[in-house]
Every structure is written in structure tokens, then in C-alpha cells.
């Protein structure tokens, strides 16, 4: 809890110096129906900080923790073990800070990190190069359909049915802003990802196509097929990684045709934090690096012959001209960066290998189980670590009723797509290194027990 040691004649004092009558108005853009009107229910109006702090836990103990039940919940963020060196190297002087630690003039060691932290980026997705400067994958995913419209100086990007719906909706609300014009495919509870869907909807107009891999049912697309037909049309194909263990097994999306790749990196040394911070991927063939919005560090040598790291490019609007910038990025999510590159340093390529292998196991350990409930089919015929089970009935119940249980099951595909009453009984489930066969045979047993 923070102490706040404004006072009233404090907070009048400012808000005299910028004409507002009250704290309120500065919220008076958000609509009122969205503002709180009074206090939170629930709350007390004054009590001492003890008191408060003492409630303030009751609440907190409401909340069922993914490390006290058996956790299957992931859908774009993922529990995975992270080695406390990570947390404790990233908590060293020389990298925590308040602000992004990029000025190539107080930072070398930064901006090494950083360089190696593109490197490793690179070579998990397959590119030829890749940036040091994305807040999440939602909005990488927005700036790499940006990037495509510069590329081919078209505005007509088609989404997979596969995509994130937070995503795709992160990209539709930015598309408001620009001229972009986003075609996005209805998902359906079939067990193949939409590649024919996605390869019919590409025409001449088309700038690119995003298809994440794998998709958010957690089946696996043919990207080389989908690149082909992009590319026949003079279109990018950009491809969405949400989970990049996974790429410690299956080959990567720049090897199979994709020509950006973003993701989130949140997976490897950032861990579930309430939503966040999380970190943004971004990696693309090196024709287009003119194009790509963020940082880039390189690597050069200084007038002595002495190896040092630069701020190679930089084409934001705090360098450059406004209408000349890629994009307004202002930070490099810099910790989680920090967090990742050591995370996989420590894994190493053959770590990441092992790693995804024994987050498959698990995913086919728990399918085979759930196989197994009465009631319960699998969508999926491939997948990583997270595959789609149909319910018979809506999964959004099932879901509360498993937590009551003291079970975390899942992500219903209603709570995904809640348009969408077609998608309502599939349950999007998932398992790491983190779930054990107890996990498992508790998740089966309870599963039955709540469907009987």
C-alpha cells in the first residue's frame, strides 16, 4: 500500500493550474456510464491502515491462485516455473530502473542485453532480424499490420478465425485511427485451424493475413500454405505467436514463409502477473527493416577497435518527424525483456527443446484423461500444450462450477467469443511443466463429477 501525502489544498493548488473544478474532470471523457458514481461496495469509508490492510486480505483470500489448485487456464498467458536467478538478476542495480534504460551514452550494458535479446527473438522465430520495443503481442500484432501497409501500400488485412479475439479486437480498435480496412473470419468448432477460410478471403487488395500459431483453439496452422497464397497476391504473411515454448518444437513461422513475426513473450521469464506487464515480439525478413516500427540496437566498434552497442534505429516520433515515424512506441518494456533473454539464456536451445517436450507430454496426458469423461470429445487432431475439449453444455458453467471445486479448468470459448453461441460448449484447455499427474486426475475426476 502507498502512502499519498497530497492534501486537499495540494490536489485544488493543481487542479486550479490546469482549470479543472475537480478531480472529475478529468475523467470526463469516459463515459458516465462506465464511472463509478460512489464508493465500492464493500469498502469501508475510513479505517485506520491496519484495518484496512487487514481487509484488504480477507478480500484477497477470496481469489482462488493458480498456485494453490490445479491450474489448466491459459489462452495467451501461460504458467510456467521461472528459476528465482531470473528474479534475482533482473533485480540487480545495474538494470532496475524507473525508466526505459536505452541511451546508448549511460547504457552499454543495456543496450547489449537488448541486442541479445533480438538475437534470441531471431532466432526463436525464424527472421532474419528482429526489435527491442513492444509493450504486449496485441498491439506488436497492430504494428506489424501497420508495417504491412507500408510495406505493400495496400490497407486490407484479413484475420484468422485462429487469432486471439483480444487481439483481433485490439487491431479493430486501433483500425479506427487509419484507414485499415479489417476482415476478420468467424470462428467455428471444427478440429483444423481455417487455412482454406484464410487463403479464399486474400485478393489483390489484401496488405496481409494474420493467422496465430498455434491458434487460440490450439490447433496448428499451415503457415507455408497460407504464405504462398499471400504471397501470390502480393500480400505479408504475419504470423501471431501467444506461446513461444512452443517453438522449442515446432519449426518456426519465418522458416515456413511468414514475413513478420510478433508474439508475447510473457511465457518465457515474465510469469502471470494479473495481466501483466507483459512483453511484445516482433521480428521480421530483412528487406523490410526500414519499415519496422521500435528500437533496433546493433552492434559496432568504437574508434579504439573496442566492441560497443548502439541505437542502430530508432524511427519513433521522439527521434524523427512525426509524419515521417513507423510508430509512437515510448517504451521497451526493458525488465521483461531483461526477464526473458535470461530466462532463455539459462534454458539454452536444447533447455527449450526439453521444455516444450515435457509441456507436450503434460497436454497429452491431460487430453487422454479428458478423453475419457463421459460427455467429453476432443476438438484438436495436433497441438502444443493446449487443445479445445467440447463440453455438453456450456463450458462458461462448467468453469464456475470446477472453481468451486477448487479446480482452475480452463478457458471457456464462450467467455472468448461470447457473440458466438456456437463455440459455447468448447473449453480451451492447457498444461505446462507446471501441472503434475495429481493435477490431471483431480481435473478428470472433478470434471466428471460436475458433468454427471
Known amino acids: 500500500?502507498?502512502?499519498?501525502?497530497?492534501?486537499?489544498?495540494?490536489?485544488?493548488?493543481?487542479?486550479?493550474?490546469?482549470?479543472?473544478?475537480?478531480?472529475?474532470?478529468?475523467?470526463?471523457?469516459?463515459?458516465?456510464?462506465?464511472?463509478?458514481?460512489?464508493?465500492?461496495?464493500?469498502?469501508?469509508?475510513?479505517?485506520s491502515e491496519m484495518a484496512v490492510e487487514r481487509h484488504m486480505a480477507s478480500l484477497a483470500a477470496k481469489n482462488l491462485s493458480a498456485g494453490t489448485a490445479p491450474f489448466f487456464i491459459g489462452a495467451g498467458a501461460y504458467r510456467h516455473h521461472v528459476p528465482a536467478s531470473v528474479d534475482h538478476l533482473i533485480q540487480r542495480g545495474e538494470f532496475l530502473t524507473a525508466y526505459t534504460p536505452y541511451q546508448p551514452e549511460i547504457a552499454q550494458g543495456t543496450l547489449q542485453v537488448?541486442?541479445?535479446?533480438?538475437?534470441?527473438?531471431?532466432?526463436?522465430?525464424?527472421?532474419?532480424?528482429?526489435?527491442?520495443?513492444?509493450?504486449?503481442?496485441?498491439?506488436?500484432?497492430?504494428?506489424?499490420?501497420?508495417?504491412?501497409?507500408?510495406?505493400?501500400?495496400?490497407?486490407?488485412?484479413?484475420?484468422?478465425?485462429?487469432?486471439?479475439?483480444?487481439?483481433?479486437?485490439?487491431?479493430?480498435?486501433?483500425?479506427?485511427?487509419?484507414?485499415?480496412?479489417?476482415?476478420?473470419?468467424?470462428?467455428?468448432?471444427?478440429?483444423?485451424a481455417d487455412d482454406a477460410a484464410v487463403i479464399a478471403a486474400i485478393d489483390d487488395k489484401t496488405s496481409c493475413v494474420v493467422v496465430q500459431y498455434p491458434d487460440v483453439m490450439g490447433r496448428i496452422p499451415d503457415l507455408a500454405a497460407i504464405a504462398d497464397a499471400a504471397h501470390a497476391k502480393g500480400a505479408l504473411l504475419i504470423a501471431v505467436v501467444t506461446e513461444p515454448v512452443a517453438l522449442g518444437m515446432i519449426e518456426a513461422p519465418g522458416a515456413l514463409g511468414a514475413d513478420i513475426v510478433v508474439g508475447e513473450g510473457q511465457s518465457i521469464g515474465v510469469g502471470l502477473q494479473f495481466g501483466g506487464p507483459y512483453l511484445g515480439l516482433f521480428g521480421c525478413r530483412e528487406k523490410f527493416v526500414r519499415q519496422m516500427p521500435g528500437r533496433l540496437c546493433g552492434q559496432t566498434v568504437d574508434a579504439e577497435g573496442k566492441r560497443g552497442f548502439v541505437l542502430t534505429l530508432s524511427t519513433r516520433e521522439q527521434h524523427i518527424r512525426r509524419e515521417k515515424a513507423t510508430s509512437n512506441i515510448c517504451t521497451n518494456s526493458g525488465l521483461c525483456a531483461l526477464a526473458f533473454s535470461i530466462h532463455l539464456t539459462l534454458l539454452g536451445g536444447e533447455g527449450l527443446a526439453q521444455l516444450a517436450a515435457v509441456n507436450h507430454d503434460k497436454a497429452q496426458a491431460l487430453i487422454e484423461r479428458l478423453a475419457k469423461v463421459p460427455g467429453v470429445t476432443v476438438l484438436n487432431q495436433a497441438y502444443f500444450n493446449e487443445a479445445t475439449v467440447v463440453l455438453p453444455r456450456d463450458a462458461r458453467e462448467v468453469v464456475r462450477d470446477l472453481a468451486d471445486r477448487k479446480v482452475l479448468g480452463g478457458v471457456s470459448l464462450g467467455r472468448l467469443f461470447p457473440e458466438d453461441s456456437d463455440l459455447h460448449n468448447g473449453l480451451l484447455v492447457t498444461a505446462t511443466e507446471t501441472v503434475t499427474d495429481e493435477d490431471i486426475e483431480t481435473f478428470a475426476r472433478e470434471l466428471e463429477g460436475v458433468l454427471a
Open 114 to 192: 537488448l541486442f541479445e535479446f533480438q538475437t534470441q527473438v531471431a532466432r526463436l522465430f525464424g527472421t532474419d532480424i528482429a526489435n527491442a520495443s513492444m509493450y504486449d503481442g496485441s498491439t506488436a500484432c497492430w504494428e506489424a499490420i501497420l508495417m504491412a501497409s507500408r510495406v505493400t501500400r495496400k490497407v486490407r488485412a484479413v484475420l484468422s478465425s485462429g487469432l486471439h479475439p483480444h487481439y483481433a479486437e485490439v487491431v479493430r480498435t486501433m483500425a479506427k485511427f487509419t484507414e485499415d480496412e479489417i476482415v476478420s473470419l468467424k470462428p467455428e468448432l471444427v478440429a483444423e
Open 1 to 47: 500500500m502507498r502512502y499519498l501525502p497530497l492534501t486537499p489544498a495540494d490536489r485544488a493548488e493543481m487542479l486550479g493550474v490546469i482549470g479543472a473544478a475537480s478531480v472529475d474532470d478529468l475523467f470526463i471523457d469516459v463515459p458516465a456510464e462506465a464511472r463509478l458514481s460512489g464508493p465500492i461496495a464493500g469498502l469501508p469509508a475510513h479505517a
